[in-house]
């Protein structure tokens, strides 16, 4: 069964604490593996885009890096407008895309 | 530029009753699809759309209706709204479907009472 999960569900850093989150897949014929910044009350927000094992992508703090079975998306440095929820969705061969359920990430001040 | 536009922003309904969401996007964008959003479970396809007159379902489809009679629009119709069908829906758009990011809207609250 096509799958993508999430962790840790919620994340407390202190402003400067550099840490990963994670998101693991089980689908056939991954076809892309995206990475989305949610605000509250708003839409997703595209960060990157991986489509094969090895890939790395970087914007500001943040970095994707991508495996066979997983991806994480690496923070270094957060301030506290990093606070968001972090969504990873995958695509498959027939185009169906699958959404991770969150990391809700709150950085203190 | 606008992006993707969805309207309402809130609405309640009472059990039984027909609505439909709207979505637009400026950006003339062949993909458009209507997800679900519910506490504890990923957002969730309804429907897609490859293209002006032809749509698919999702993952949920049941309960719901679209059409595509345009590149910009793709409304979602709930005919006889249920309890169950309480949720916040997206609205996205994309290139195409293979490997594109998709551009959401900011979503429609909406609750069936």
């Known amino acids: 069964e096509d799958q993508v999960t999430q962790s840790p569900e919620a994340l407390r850093l202190q402003e400067g604490e550099s840490s990963s989150l994670n998101c693991s897949y089980t689908?056939?014929?991954?076809?892309?593996l995206f990475w989305y910044r949610q605000d509250p009350g708003k839409g997703p927000e595209f960060l990157f885009t991986?489509?094969?094992a090895g890939e790395e992508k970087e914007k500001e703090r943040l970095k994707a890096t991508l495996t066979k079975k997983e991806s994480f998306l690496h923070i270094t440095a957060p301030k506290p407008e990093d606070s968001a929820t972090y969504l990873c969705?995958?695509?498959?061969?027939?185009?169906?895309?699958?959404f991770g359920t969150g990391t809700s990430l709150t950085v203190i001040p | 530029n606008a992006g993707v536009t969805q309207t309402p922003k809130f609405q309640v309904l009472k059990t039984g009753q027909s609505m439909t969401l709207q979505c637009a996007q400026d950006?003339?964008?062949?993909?458009m699809s209507w997800y679900r959003q519910d506490p504890g479970m990923g957002l969730r396809l309804i429907h897609y759309?490859?293209?002006?007159?032809?749509?698919d379902q999702g993952e949920v489809p049941n309960g719901y209706n679209v059409s595509r009679s345009t590149t910009e629009d793709f409304p979602l119709r709930l005919l006889s709204a249920a309890p169950s069908q309480t949720s916040v829906y997206f609205c996205?758009?994309?290139?195409?479907?293979?490997?594109?990011?998709?551009?959401f809207g900011d979503g429609t609250r909406l609750s069936i009472l």
């Open positions: 759309s490859v293209g002006a007159g032809i749509t």
């Open positions: 689908v056939s014929g991954l076809r892309g």
């Open positions: 969705a995958v695509q498959r061969t027939g185009n169906q895309f699958y």
């Open positions: 950006m003339n964008h062949e993909y």
């Open positions: 991986l489509y094969s």
């Open positions: 996205a758009s994309s290139w195409d479907r293979f490997n594109q990011p998709q551009h």
